[in-house]
């Protein structure tokens, strides 16, 4: 066996997954060859010690007792489910008459963006926050999040509108986990909000109303939706400026 | 306590880490891995009468996580399930023009003792279905064959997954390299 043969097979007979007799000519190949039996021997060391050091993160014990809990608690008689759900009922009502929120998720995208894009003085943003401007950060930020639907899709030109990326960001809106992405088209301010549908259908359905019309404006700015299987994805700009439509920056 | 429960949390116990580790690195954040956990445990207690004695418990009971994990990402399944290139697995040849690695490799000890997080911060970015494939073969140590399994992909695609999270972490540790200059720090 040859040098490059030898190294094309070397991750699957680190892993042991090659065939008994391809393994044997493998090894025999390495006790004569000093070269790739050195990179054998460190890409295995790397490999065994990225395994150990992922290995090393351990289940805290107040969180396997609760999930031994859940597996051994007893059926709840019929009343107290009832009990509960009628508590939780009168809760329920007391938090929509009392929460300010009503106007909707693309408001609340709106505010996030004012915070963000334009410096609004009561908005809690940390650059240590912000990940980019690279296009590879912010690629592997939307990826590692399930919300790839951006990733790659923002080249710098669209449709004669430059476009410059500013960076990405977790968001909390409306409680519920989301992604932002910043960028300036034709140098103005725009966002664009990326949410994971599961956490869009667990918002009280009052929270939706403005994002069942898709769109919604206030205060010079303009928000408007895409819905994907997955992924709920929202664009904010200024109204001054229009901005090419959302569905070439998202591919849903 | 039941003989059953007794018997399903035996087997359980040995797997807690291995389980909360890997639904921690794949879902969103904390709170939906721990539902995402308590999902396939309470699945998996629930179908303890159809688990067969004597296989293996580790690969059942994260075959189950698997599809809760995937259940609530179809993103990820359909990544998971694109065809396979037909890509030469060439490690070496892949990252020839990656200098910064070469250095890595000749101090792999010296640069996982100083920089260990770098390995960790590698895998949290890579995408979400490459980095299920490398853990469930780097850090749980499952079988290609039980991986494609678990997945319902074949085999092909499970190397080309794997080859590219490994090709794509070198990369990364290498850029980390070049970065903090571990290169001329080391000698």
Same mark, same amino acid.
């Not at chain 1, 090659?18 to 490999?47: K, N, P």
């Not at chain 1, 725009?190 to 009280?204: E, G, W």
């Given at each position: 066996?040859?040098?490059?043969?030898?190294?094309?097979?070397?991750?699957?007979?680190?892993?042991?997954?090659?065939?008994?007799?391809?393994?044997?000519?493998?090894?025999?190949?390495?006790?004569?060859?000093?070269?790739?039996?050195?990179?054998?021997?460190?890409?295995?060391?790397?490999?065994?010690?990225?395994?150990?050091?992922?290995?090393?993160?351990?289940m805290?014990e107040?969180?396997w007792e609760?999930l031994l809990d859940s597996l051994g608690?007893?059926?709840?008689?019929?009343?107290?489910?009832?009990?509960?759900?009628?508590?939780?009922?009168?809760?329920?009502?007391?938090?929509?008459?009392?929460?300010?929120?009503?106007?909707?998720?693309?408001?609340?995208?709106?505010?996030?963006?004012?915070?963000?894009?334009?410096?609004?003085?009561?908005?809690?943003?940390?650059?240590?926050?912000?990940?980019?401007?690279?296009?590879?950060?912010?690629?592997?930020?939307?990826?590692?999040?399930?919300?790839?639907?951006?990733?790659?899709?923002?080249?710098?030109?669209?449709?004669?509108?430059?476009?410059?990326?500013?960076?990405?960001?977790?968001?909390?809106?409306?409680?519920?986990?989301?992604?932002?992405?910043?960028?300036?088209?034709?140098?103005?301010?725009?966002?664009?909000?990326?949410?994971?549908?599961?956490?869009?259908?667990?918002?009280?359905?009052?929270?939706?109303?403005?994002?069942?019309?898709?769109?919604?404006?206030?205060?010079?700015?303009?928000?408007?939706?895409?819905?994907?299987?997955?992924?709920?994805?929202?664009?904010?700009?200024?109204?001054?400026?229009?901005?090419?439509?959302?569905?070439?920056?998202?591919?849903? | 306590m039941t003989h059953r429960h007794d018997e399903f949390t035996a087997l359980l116990e040995p797997e807690r880490d291995g389980l909360w580790?890997?639904?921690?690195?794949?879902?969103?954040?904390?709170?939906?891995?721990?539902?995402?956990?308590?999902?396939a445990v309470m699945?998996a207690y629930r179908k303890f009468d159809v688990f067969t004695p004597g296989t293996s418990f580790k690969a059942w009971v994260f075959?189950i =996580?698997?599809?809760?994990?995937?259940?609530?990402? /179809?993103?990820?399944? %359909? *990544?998971?399930? &694109?065809?396979?290139? !037909?890509?030469?697995?060439?490690?070496?040849?892949?990252?020839?023009?990656?200098?910064?690695?070469?250095?890595?490799?000749?101090?792999?000890?010296?640069?996982?003792?100083?920089?260990?997080?770098?390995?960790?911060?590698?895998?949290?970015?890579?995408?979400?279905?490459?980095?299920?494939?490398?853990?469930?073969?780097?850090?749980?140590?499952?079988?290609?064959?039980?991986?494609?399994?678990? =997945?319902?992909?074949?085999?092909?695609?499970?190397? /080309?997954?794997?080859? %590219? *999270?490994?090709? &794509?972490?070198?990369? !990364?540790?290498?850029?980390?390299?070049?970065?903090?200059?571990?290169?001329?720090?080391?000698?």
């Amino acid at each position: 066996m040859k040098c490059q043969q030898a190294r094309r097979l070397m991750m699957v007979y680190l892993d042991s997954e090659l065939e008994t007799h391809v393994t044997d000519a493998v090894s025999e190949h390495l006790d004569g060859c000093d070269v790739c039996r050195e990179r054998f021997d460190a890409e295995d060391r790397l490999e065994r010690r990225t395994g150990a050091l992922l290995r090393e993160a351990t289940m805290p014990e107040e969180e396997w007792e609760s999930l031994l809990d859940s597996l051994g608690r007893p059926v709840t008689p019929w009343w107290r489910w009832a009990a509960a759900a009628a508590v939780l009922v009168a809760a329920l009502s007391l938090l929509l008459k009392s929460e300010p929120h009503q106007d909707g998720l693309l408001h609340e995208m709106m505010r996030a963006h004012r915070a963000l894009a334009m410096g609004d003085e009561r908005a809690d943003v940390s650059a240590a926050d912000i990940v980019g401007p690279e296009r590879e950060a912010i690629d592997a930020f939307l990826e590692q999040r399930s919300l790839g639907v951006l990733a790659a899709a923002i080249p710098s030109t669209i449709e004669g509108h430059p476009i410059e990326l500013v960076g990405a960001r977790e968001e909390r809106l409306l409680g519920q986990p989301a992604a932002s992405v910043q960028l300036r088209c034709c140098g103005t301010p725009t966002s664009l909000f990326v949410m994971r549908r599961d956490r869009v259908d667990a918002l009280p359905s009052e929270w939706q109303k403005a994002l069942q019309k898709g769109s919604a404006e206030e205060d010079g700015l303009r928000a408007q939706s895409l819905a994907g299987d997955d992924v709920l994805v929202t664009h904010v700009w200024h109204t001054g400026h229009e901005p090419p439509p959302l569905a070439v920056f998202a591919s849903l | 306590m039941t003989h059953r429960h007794d018997e399903f949390t035996a087997l359980l116990e040995p797997e807690r880490d291995g389980l909360w580790r890997f639904a921690q690195r794949q879902c969103w954040d904390r709170s939906a891995a721990e539902d995402c956990l308590q999902d396939a445990v309470m699945t998996a207690y629930r179908k303890f009468d159809v688990f067969t004695p004597g296989t293996s418990f580790k690969a059942w009971v994260f075959r189950i =996580l698997i599809n809760v994990i995937l259940n609530s990402n /179809s993103q990820t399944r %359909r *990544a998971l399930s &694109r065809r396979a290139g !037909t890509e030469d697995l060439d490690l070496v040849a892949a990252l020839e023009r990656e200098d910064a690695y070469e250095n890595i490799l000749e101090n792999v000890d010296d640069y996982l003792d100083r920089v260990p997080d770098s390995i960790k911060r590698a895998v949290k970015s890579l995408p979400t279905h490459e980095r299920m494939v490398f853990l469930l073969r780097a850090v749980e140590a499952f079988s290609y064959r039980e991986i494609a399994q678990f =997945l319902d992909i074949p085999m092909g695609t499970v190397m /080309s997954h794997l080859f %590219r *999270a490994r090709t &794509r972490l070198r990369e !990364t540790l290498a850029d980390y390299v070049r970065e903090t200059g571990f290169a001329r720090t080391s000698a």
